[in-house]
């Protein structure tokens, strides 16, 4: 059994953070996680009073890696340039170059560990399609675990790019459409190599005879066929064929295995979502227009052939 | 909305996790919310619950984490069937009783809808016959049921010995290994539009390594372990002279440009249907030693879920009709000619389940 961790781990290094700016009563406005990409923005309010500005005091944070301060405004929210440096292992502001504001906002970026991430976010899309001859449906859901802790810190927060991704097994639909122009070449190939492994001359001049002959009825390169299906399973191609419930987006088309036989076994396609405190379930469907891809197949197939005959 | 709703996977296979969500309106005070299972599912996981109990079959949730922002408080518990099930479509009740802190009781229910595959024998011959002169296969018609993507292992034996190989032959073996050791790196680079292309002199130089690589002797250890690899493609391997290899490069650099195909083609061949692919098992190779020998056949296939189904059975008589070579070891190459996929279910999320389990 596997219980969620607690949102305080993944987000162990804002309370650092939070602890540095102690003196300027630091307030957590909002907090964008991107989930893909395992990064935190985190929005901070602070009040730096008018003496400390004056006095030409300065404010340190001690750099560590994963983390940054990417943005600084005042409460008009006019962005204020380039105080930060880095100097010795620490972000130094000096307080005399503020602009005098009732109040400052300071954006911070930081890393996510990718398990603390786990630990905020349940994701479960379906094992195996559902569908028809016409479609294949994918079950997606993903929900925050414990929306009410997130609520306790922040009074904003986004999860951006959750990635409910789905394996669509993409070698059974071009097996579906394999022409059988390709199989009688690969049944010769198979003989003329067998006759090779054995070195019998007689059997290797009949096999490689019935290879060329069959090369020279079909004289298609095999290349014609790896180009159609790797144009077939990019993204641009695919996405036309995909679609999702109107929380999700199509993200990245992967092929983990692109070398297996040269051919993707399967392509991950990632459907993303977002959640907040107001909308923290996203359920929904991906789908894939199988019959109209399997068309699509056959047709770039079909035109590889025709257009070497 | 009334005052609770449940929200579950549409379908799910056995023993796969089903997030069932309940919903409640906003500002309801509970003092309990009492879950039951039926025995044949298990608790795996909770979403937002902050206190709960459980006892036998009943889970007992005392207190979820209530977000002001959100529309409605949820939470929700992941579930999943213990075993899977004989029957292929099945539905267990789960109810859901509201006690709210006033006394009023309100109770829904929801069902997890599991299904799973079948796969049946529907054609098969009682008896082939091997001679001197051509390759005897033996034909498989099967048929699918039910519902979930398979794969299948074909195990074959003669008087308990295994005598089924298949998987990767030799020539996969080189390719692979090729692949993987990087050694067509670039020619193997996708989205340049020109596909793959094969350097002659890289083969050769990649070959050599392997070559090379044969004579380590943990490498071959590695070799010889891998149940991937025929055992005939190792005892080739071992026996690699220098004339065989000029022999089999010859033939290799000729039929490169065909073993794509074969590549292409092999995948294919795997899918054997829309449900089924094939992962190991394709042909038998044995000694066949009496004029009739018992050949027994044993199909397991798992689903996406990785449950691995009780196998079918069934046994084939070998009749040895050769005259010549009679001590060779013959091959013998499985057919799955057709799979009847006319009781594979559709529309799952959405089928009429009678099974009450």
Known sequence: ?309 | MSKIEAEIAPWALPREEITMYVKLEKGIEFSKIIITLPKCLEIKDFINVVKHYEKDNLIVVLDIGKSTLSKKDYFGITIASVEPFKDLAVKSKISIQLVEANGNETEIETFARIFRPLLEINKIPEQISINDIEESTLPIHLKFKGFGDISMRIEGSIGGSLVSEGGKSVMDRLFHGFLREGLFDEEFEEGDGKGIIIDKTKLVRAFDEFKAKLKDSEYMKELEQDKEIKREAIEWLKSFEEVKQEKFMNVLYDTMEGYMIKKLTDIFARNVSRHLQIDSGTNIIAEIKAKLTDLHLKIFYKDLAGNIYPPIQSTVKILDKREKDTELRVLIPIEVENVDESEAYQDVGAMVIQNVI
């Open chain 1, 1 to 309: 059994m596997s219980f969620s961790a607690s949102p305080g781990d993944a987000l162990g290094w804002f309370e650092k953070i939070k602890e540095y700016f102690k003196d300027f009563r630091p307030e957590a406005k909002s907090m964008t996680i991107n989930f893909s990409k395992k990064t935190s923005n985190i929005g901070l309010a602070l009040k730096i009073e008018e003496g400390f500005r004056k006095n030409r005091n300065k404010i340190k944070i001690p750099a560590y890696p994963g983390f940054q301060i990417t943005k600084m405004q005042d409460a008009s929210f006019n962005q204020i340039q380039a105080l930060w440096k880095i100097i010795d292992g620490e972000w130094i502001l000096d307080a005399k170059d503020l602009p005098p504001s009732d109040g400052y906002f300071v954006e911070l970026e930081g890393s996510i560990d990718g398990k603390n991430l786990e630990g905020l976010v349940h994701i479960k899309p379906s094992f195996n399609r559902d569908g028809n001859d016409e479609v294949d449906r994918y079950w997606l859901d993903a929900s925050l675990r414990e929306p009410k802790k997130l609520e306790e810190i922040w009074t904003e927060l986004q999860i951006d790019e959750i990635n409910v991704g789905v394996k669509v097994d993409i070698n059974k639909l071009f097996g579906l459409k394999i022409p059988q122009e390709l199989k009688d070449k690969a049944d010769s190939l198979q003989k003329y190599l067998h006759a090779g492994r054995q070195g019998d001359r007689g059997l290797v001049f009949n096999a490689l005879w019935d290879f060329k002959r069959q090369e020279r009825k079909t004289p298609f390169h095999p290349n014609d066929f790896l180009r159609i299906i790797q144009n077939l399973t990019a993204r641009e191609t695919l996405t036309d064929y995909l679609s999702v419930d109107k929380s999700y987006n199509i993200g990245e088309i992967e092929h983990p295995t692109k070398y297996e036989g040269m051919i993707p076994q399967e392509v991950n396609v990632q459907a993303l979502t977002t959640l907040t405190l107001k909308d923290p379930q996203s359920i929904g469907y991906l789908t894939l227009q199988k019959k109209l891809y399997l068309e699509k197949i056959k047709e770039e197939f079909d035109k590889v052939l025709k257009k070497k005959k």
